[in-house]
């Protein structure tokens, strides 16, 4: 729905505020897992009928509640900073998975797509579970970000950890690539959400481009990206961030103009820069902000970054 004609043709608040509650209960039907609306303060506005079927409350027990009330205690840090990016940034969506507190009691871990809508002043958010017999499943939607298609934040937690300890076993080394978009809140103040979204979309297939091997990117959340690659010499590392470069430095077209974004890209080397995953990511975002510190469009190593 053009919210914008929307509003131009109801003058009257009242009769627009009745086709946004409309609009709004005609999504929640129409969604076929669960989904919610919530306000920007984190009160459950209203929720479908599929809430029952995978964690076991009831729409009813659910509305009014306030989100955080769900969440472990754990998540509630990250996951409510994630959300609340999406309304002081320009990113569109964002995929964020927690555990959420079951009618039982019992936790149930959710993979949540979740946009914020200036004109409800809330979030619309959709939720799969993620079930632990079907984690291995490359096509599960749960491990899929829902606006590139490339893996998620919750399959990055998962695949780290498991290259981490791999490499540790065989005694091996590895380099995490996080690339940040520069140049990407230009695109969407000028050619709106909607151009900002299919620029992340060919973004995401140019860094598959850049791949030997299919998989090992990730969109970790707005014009955020990691990339993992088995590259165990830091000039093939090096040489993946040039040609990473080159492809996001190419002009897009959106709406019939050319539009140009660039990329901060920051490298750490396991075990040399961390043992841990948290420890890579930390010194790769290290990394990465040197660079946009020193001019952007560029990449660096951790420990040139430390220097």
């Not at 004609?5 to 969604?31: F, G, K, M, T």
């Not at 009691?105 to 079930?131: D, K, M």
């Not at 996001?248 to 080397?269: F, H, R, V």
Request: negative net charge; contains cysteine; proline residues 2%.
């Amino acid at each position: 729905m053009d919210f914008e004609q929307l509003i131009q043709e109801c003058p009257d608040v009242s009769d627009l505020e009745r086709l946004l509650q409309v609009e709004r209960y005609a999504w929640l039907s129409l969604s076929q897992d669960p989904a919610m609306v919530i306000s920007i303060d984190g009160q459950v506005e209203d929720a479908n009928t599929h809430w029952e079927r995978v964690v076991g409350l009831e729409r009813e027990r659910l509305q009014d509640t306030y989100l955080i009330e769900h969440i472990h205690f754990d998540d509630r840090e990250r996951a409510l900073a994630e959300m609340q990016r999406l309304v002081t940034s320009d990113i569109g969506s964002a995929s964020v998975h927690f555990r959420f507190a079951g009618g039982d009691g019992e936790f149930v871990l959710l993979s949540w797509n979740i946009i914020f809508s200036p004109f409800h002043n809330s979030y619309f958010c959709t939720v799969r579970e993620v079930r632990s017999n079907d984690r291995r499943r490359s096509d599960n939607l749960a491990y899929r970000d829902v606006l590139t298609g490339l893996a998620n934040r919750l399959a990055l937690s998962e695949a780290l950890a498991e290259l981490v300890v791999t490499c540790s076993e065989h005694d091996e080394n590895f380099y995490l690539l996080f690339i940040d978009l520069d140049g990407f809140k230009t695109v969407n103040d000028t050619f709106g959400h909607k151009a900002g979204d299919a620029l992340l979309v060919r973004a995401a297939r140019r860094m598959q481009s850049c791949m030997a091997e299919p998989g090992g990117i990730f969109r970790l959340g707005g014009d955020e990206f990691i990339v993992l690659t088995n590259c165990n010499a830091r000039d093939a590392a090096k040489s993946l961030a040039e040609r990473l470069l080159w492809r996001l430095s190419a002009p897009y077209e959106l709406d019939g103009q050319q539009a140009k974004t660039g990329a901060s890209i920051g490298i750490a080397a396991y075990p040399a820069d961390g043992g841990s995953p948290e420890e890579l990511l930390d010194k790769a975002d290290q990394a990465m902000y040197h660079v946009k510190r020193h001019g952007k469009n560029g990449y660096a190593f951790a420990d040139q970054a430390a220097n």
